[in-house]
């Protein structure tokens, strides 16, 4: 394996681990409903909570590391596969494929826990006696997709990387083709008697 490409996976792993690392921080630290207190005046009371910065931060290191994925590898829909059967393009298709899901769903989790999470002051009642939080779980299922979903790009990364072999080798195509010296059919002895010789006698 190359240099440049160990420095790109262990580039994009540390993001994919940073991103991890601030969801489930954006987790420990959101709004809760002991948090939250309510007035007389029927107004909820938010606090402040870092968890607004630290999921925006986390959706940004992730897209970024998605960025980097695939301006390197390229996208594999464009590549010219001369043996599209071969182990390393179907290992990459499917972490390819799996790993834009799992950003996708990661991305959104993580921005809307941060925007739904963006509440403090006091802000009124939701249909006159509820106070909105972001439920438990967002920020955390969005840490392990974007986890995922980074280590499926450097898996398809490094089978993009890997050497492709242009063609199969097979045995059987050679068997038609056989390289000889030209054979000379065996000459048999012939025998002459020896009255042949003798046949014209001179005076």
């Known amino acids: ?10 580039f994009v792993g540390f993001l994919g681990l940073l991103s991890s690392g ?3 921080a954006a987790e420990a630290t ?29 959706a940004v290191a992730l897209m970024i590391a998605q960025a980097i994925i695939n301006t390197v590898a390229g996208c594999i829909c464009c590549k010219k596969y001369p043996n599209p ?24 989790l993580l921005l809307s826990g941060a925007a739904l999470n963006d509440q403090w002051g006091q802000e009124r009642m939701y249909f006159g006696e509820y106070c909105y939080v ?13 986890l995922t979903s980074v280590s499926l790009g450097i898996v398809y990364y490094v089978s993009a990387s890997l050497p492709k072999n242009t063609q ?12 000889d010296q030209p054979q000379v059919p ?17 005076p």
């Not at 709004?31 to 999921?55: E, M």
């Not at 972001?134 to 974007?146: C, E, H, R």
């Open 1 to 10: 394996m190359e240099k440049n490409v160990v420095m790109i996976c262990a």
């Open 22 to 24: 601030l969801g489930f």
């Open 30 to 58: 959101r709004i809760k409903v002991s948090d939250v207190q309510t007035t007389s005046l029927g107004q909820c009371s938010y606090p402040k909570s870092p968890a607004l910065a630290l999921g925006i931060i986390a």
């Open 85 to 108: 059967s071969d182990t390393n393009w179907t290992i990459g298709l499917i972490s390819f494929i799996t790993s834009w899901i799992t950003f996708i769903i990661a991305f959104v």
């Open 134 to 146: 972001v439920k438990a779980g967002v920020f955390t299922g969005g840490a392990i997709l974007s």
């Open 168 to 179: 199969p080798w097979n045995p059987q195509q050679n068997q038609g083709i056989t390289m």
């Open 186 to 202: 065996p000459m048999n002895p012939v025998f002459v008697h020896e009255d042949t010789y003798n046949r014209q006698q001179f």
